[in-house]
């Protein structure tokens, strides 16, 4: 049967209400909306999710078993349920291994190239490392002294080589010392072998039938009639044959080439490029405290306050003032006392070895890892590769050893392989590798492309923003070759520059007549307007939502236009000469008091200006504390305005857990509990506002530990998830769930929309700030217990900038990182009231933003090359 459409069916996820759509196949859908209107609902949540759990549910018993497999999505049908390929708006990567070019897909096909291409070289000399005697080079001395073909030639093999391989016991007729004699046991060379100068070409059998690959040594020729000898020096590695360094590591696989495994993985990181080391800098967070004071902050924690006043003792005996800042002690004399100890005091040394000695205890881990910083690996320079790998040269291009390859960027890269296709007669074995040449020249050409040129092949993966991963993910699917797939793409145009978007949808027709199926969740409106067809989801927020409101061509929405700012006069702050990292000597310029837009390239580097440059260099000038550890160059700001605080909100999430909530998050939960703790029929009962939390052995319902759900583990079965048949899903002792206020219970309370229930409590001005800004971000349709796994990338970026903003902000620098994110047009203009309104409050605000509906609302907007 030939299916023209995906169909879906009663589709209820989170806010969805019975939703029945079908997606074309072999076409591109975008779907748009309000943030929380269901958008990621149904294309995440149900089309991917199910596709997934389906995907997996066919894999044998014994390989499920290995595999999270997520739980059914609440929907009645989809039908056909295609291959899926899935880019969502996070970076979930949290291991220190993978790189940037691992993600792209090109780790394994340069593995390969290498492995047909590469040769061993010596890292002095830069030639490639030879077998000291090659049976060639044998043949061609005989070959030089023209022999006739009766003339007896003589093989032997120094005394103690030929020991190795034969053993004592078997001894040969024949030895050399000056001559050819019987055999004595004291001659340094052992015959092995003779042959008529007729037979030369037989010595490549009987040299391979002795196992001479199987030791270090040397053999010596010898000719009778002639009175010659020649000595060839043998070994089972190739060696320079200028200063003998040898061949460590014999290649037999592409799997030498990565970092993945036992055979390539750099000895001293662990194939890691990075190693973690005690820093000073984390053992006295605060230099401004004296010893005295707690300089070494974890001597503070009860397990060790027992070392602290020994050490402080022992300070003393030494000549070291315990009372004044450690920042003005002798560092040199102080950091030997505290690293190696003196007297009854061990030293931190010793109290390290001991923190590695347990471990195997989860919270001394935690403790350690707090107390070191990743370095770069000296051993691998960050390649994550055994030294004697990173040798490896590509004899026809022999500038680059394999160090310098894999420390390229990916403009460097790309550059290489175009090298390497303009020389492909000077390969002897081309049609190996031409395929695998040509995977990695399309997948370079794709990252290109979308900007990701200046990125490094060894960035790690879990330090990437949410944009270049997202970005590294969209060159690998864009790069695809093949049909009958399904890709649903969360917010592609994030960060992207109207003619970045061009391409973006370019490549996307190619997939598309490629016989694939895209759908989009995104709010670009070039996008919107080019797409086969768009599904508009709504009409409001959160149970306001959760319809399709519309579905054919897309219509451009007609709204008012905010009525424009006024022109105010600006005070221009300019900051020149800002070098960092691979940036060099660029201006910084910014209207205080006032909202400038930052646009540009997502190659130009605009973000690193303007979010990471920038905010340290304020913080620097100011006094203040610095937002990240990168050090910047830079001349001396003209008008720079006296901030209080450089805030930065960008697209990096906060580490949150599977418990982790709405309420949790944004600080209103507290004011709930304190409320239901504080009526009488509580008093009454003695309940504390901890008996009103899931998370409290107090409150939470001992069956299913505060879930509300039971996980009924099915071993090689998907798990079955049930309602919790103690407190029907309220997580709470039923008792206490119950309790009223005269309003709502307790559940309702935290699972209603917040519109519904925050009026009927008395707020602190603190909890009313929250209220009025969860309104302005459009975020009151929330239930205060909805997951924060259950929000969309949009609402969840707006959750972060309230609880940064839960504290008054004045007069302070305020860095926004793509604040577009998940939002409509309608929304964008909502949030320029937001954004005015903190202005007139002293502060000045940058957006790092493409979006195009700013411009109703900004002082200027800068275009950063």
């Known amino acids: 049967m030939n299916h023209t459409h995906i169909t879906i069916k009663g589709a209820r996820t989170h ?90 897909g090109i780790g394994d096909v340069l593995s390969k190239m290498l492995f047909y291409l590469g040769k061993s070289y010596c890292s002095n000399h830069h030639i490639p490392l030879e077998s000291s005697v090659t049976v060639r080079g044998v043949k061609d001395f005989l070959y030089d002294q023209e022999l006739g073909d009766k003339e007896i030639i003589h093989f032997f093999l120094a005394s103690d080589d030929y020991l190795k391989i034969h053993g004592e016991g078997f001894y040969p007729a024949r030895s050399f010392k000056e001559t050819v004699g019987e055999f004595e046991k004291s001659d340094p060379y052992w015959e092995l072998f003779r042959i008529r100068a007729s037979k030369v070409e037989s010595v490549s059998k009987k040299l391979s039938e002795l196992g001479l690959s199987e030791v270090d040594g040397s053999i010596l020729v010898f000719i009778p009639s002639l009175g010659l000898q020649q000595a060839f020096t043998i070994s089972k590695s190739k060696q320079c044959r200028k200063c003998g360094e040898k061949e460590n590591i014999k290649i037999t696989s592409p799997s030498n080439f990565s970092p993945f495994t036992p055979l390539g993985a750099c000895v001293r990181c662990s194939g890691h490029g990075r190693n973690l080391e005690y820093d000073r800098s984390k053992i006295v ?91 770069l ?62 995977t990695i020249d399309r997948t370079l050409k794709v990252a290109l492309d979308l900007g990701l040129g200046g990125l490094l092949l060894q960035d790690k993966v879990k330090s990437l923003s949410i944009n270049d991963y997202q970005k590294i993910l969209l060159v690998k699917y864009l790069s695809f070759e093949g049909s009958g797939s399904l890709f649903i793409l969360d917010e592609a145009s994030l960060s992207l520059d109207s003619t970045e978007v061009k391409v973006l949808f370019k490549y996307l027709q190619k997939l598309k007549k490629a016989e ?74 910014f209207a205080s008091n006032g909202v400038t837009q930052i646009k540009g390239k997502s190659y130009s580097g605009k973000k690193d200006i303007y979010i990471e440059a920038l905010a340290n260099i304020v913080s620097e000038v100011l006094g203040l504390e610095k937002i990240t550890s990168k050090e ?50 509580s008093k009454n009962l003695n309940l504390k506002e901890g008996h009103f939390s899931p998370n409290s052995d107090l409150g939470k319902c001992s069956t299913c530990e505060g879930r509300g759900v039971l996980n009924i583990d099915m071993q090689f079965l998907e798990d079955v998830q049930l309602m919790c048949d103690d407190c029907n899903g309220m997580k709470l002792k039923p008792f206490i769930a119950t309790i009223s206020d005269g309003y709502h219970t307790v559940h309702e309370t935290f699972n209603l929309p917040m519109s519904e229930v925050l009026g009927n409590l008395k707020l602190t001005p603190k909890g009313k700030r929250i209220w009025e800004y969860l309104k302005l971000l459009n975020l009151d349709y929330l239930s205060l217990d909805r997951p924060l796994s259950s929000l969309s990338g949009g609402e969840k970026q707006r959750l972060k900038l309230l609880s940064e903003l839960q504290s008054k902000v004045e007069n302070s620098l305020i860095i926004f990182e793509d604040l577009s994110f998940g939002l409509s047009r309608r929304e964008i203009l909502r949030l320029g009231e937001f954004v005015q309104d903190l202005c007139t409050k002293g502060n000045t605000v940058i957006l790092v933003d493409e979006n195009e509906h700013f411009s109703d609302f900004v002082d200027e907007i800068q275009i950063f090359e």
Request: aromatic fraction near 10%.
């Open 15 to 104: 806010n969805l209400k019975d939703v029945d759509v079908r997606f074309a196949l072999n076409s591109i859908t975008c779907i748009a909306g309000p943030s929380g209107s269901g958008k990621s609902s149904l294309a995440f949540h149900t089309i991917l999710t199910e596709s997934k759990r389906r995907f997996m549910n066919s894999f044998p018993n014994d390989v499920k078993f290995f595999w999270d497999i997520p739980q059914s999505a609440d929907v009645d049908e989809i039908f056909p349920v295609l291959p899926v390929w899935g880019l969502a708006q996070n970076n979930p990567v949290v291991g220190s291994r993978p790189s940037a070019f691992d993600l792209m």
């Open 285 to 375: 967070k605060d230099d401004r405290l004296s010893l005295k004071e707690g300089a070494v902050n974890f001597l503070t924690y009860s397990r060790f306050s027992h070392i602290e006043p020994v050490m402080l003792r022992e300070a003393k005996k030494n000549g070291i003032d315990v009372t004044v800042a450690f920042k003005d002690l002798n560092q040199e004399k102080v950091w030997n006392f505290l690293e190696n100890g003196s007297g009854q005091y061990g030293g931190l040394f010793e109290l390290y070895d001991y923190l590695e000695s347990k471990r195997y205890k989860k919270n001394v881990r935690i403790l350690i890892r707090s107390l070191k910083t990743e370095v």
């Open 377 to 438: 690996c000296e051993e691998c320079s960050g390649t994550r590769l055994k030294s004697d790998l990173l040798k490896v040269r590509i004899p026809e291009i022999k500038k680059y050893s394999l160090r310098d390859i894999l420390l390229f960027n990916f403009n460097e890269l790309s550059e290489f392989i175009e090298n390497i296709k303009s020389i492909k007669d000077e390969f002897e074995n081309w049609n190996e590798v031409k395929k695998i040449i040509s």
């Open 516 to 589: 694939n199926t895209i759908i989009l969740v995104d709010h670009n409106d070039y996008l919107q307007s080019k797409c086969d067809e768009l599904i508009l989801m709504g009409p409001g927020a959160g149970h306001l939502g959760g319809e399709i409101t519309y579905q054919g061509k897309f219509k451009k929405e007609k709204l008012e236009r905010i009525a424009e700012i006024e022109k105010r006069k600006l005070k221009r702050t300019v900051i020149s000469g800002v070098s960092f990292n691979n940036i060099e000597n660029k201006e910084i310029s």
């Open 632 to 681: 910047v160059q830079f001349k001396r700001p003209k008008n720079l305005f006296d901030f209080q605080r450089v805030l930065v909100l960008n697209a990096k999430f906060n580490k949150v857990s599977s418990r982790s909530t709405v309420g949790t998050m944004i600080g209103l939960a507290p004011y709930l509990r304190k409320h239901f703790a504080s009526l009488p029929v």
